[in-house]
């Protein structure tokens, strides 16, 4: 089992950046996939998720209107798509893979990804 984040970058505020989750080694469809992130001096907190098949999405409240979260099950990727992004917006940023539901608590996944960069200053 594989994640691989991917997409974080450099942007100005206001800008936008996509974020990619390829997943690899299990069947992306029966797993919910949750985007974490964690700034410096700051605890991680879940940023949004998207649960199996059925593909309800949920946000935390500051992405809410701004982060898009959607899955290509053809090619085993989750994206997050973040538009009007602001500086409290830096962090690394994770995903990771838990059981059918959306969770934004972090103990309850058991895969995670290698971090993706994302800074946003002008």
């Known amino acids: 089992v594989q994640l691989q984040a991917s997409g974080g970058g450099l942007v100005q505020p206001g800008g936008s950046l996509r974020l990619s989750c390829q997943a690899s080694g299990f069947t992306l469809d029966d797993y919910a996939i949750g985007w974490f992130r964690q700034a410096p001096g700051k605890e991680r907190e879940g940023v949004s998720c998207?649960?199996?098949?059925?593909?309800?999405?949920h946000y935390l409240d500051s992405a809410k209107g701004r982060f898009t979260i959607y899955r290509d099950n053809y090619r085993n990727t989750v994206y997050l798509q973040m538009n009007s992004l602001e500086p409290e917006d830096t962090a690394v940023y994770y995903c990771?893979?838990?059981?059918?539901?959306?969770?934004?608590?972090?103990?309850?996944?058991?895969?995670w990804g290698r971090g993706t960069q994302v800074t946003v200053s002008s």
């Open positions: 998207i649960s199996n098949s059925n593909s309800a999405a």
């Open positions: 990771a893979r838990r059981s059918y539901f959306c969770s934004f608590y972090g103990t309850e996944y058991d895969y």
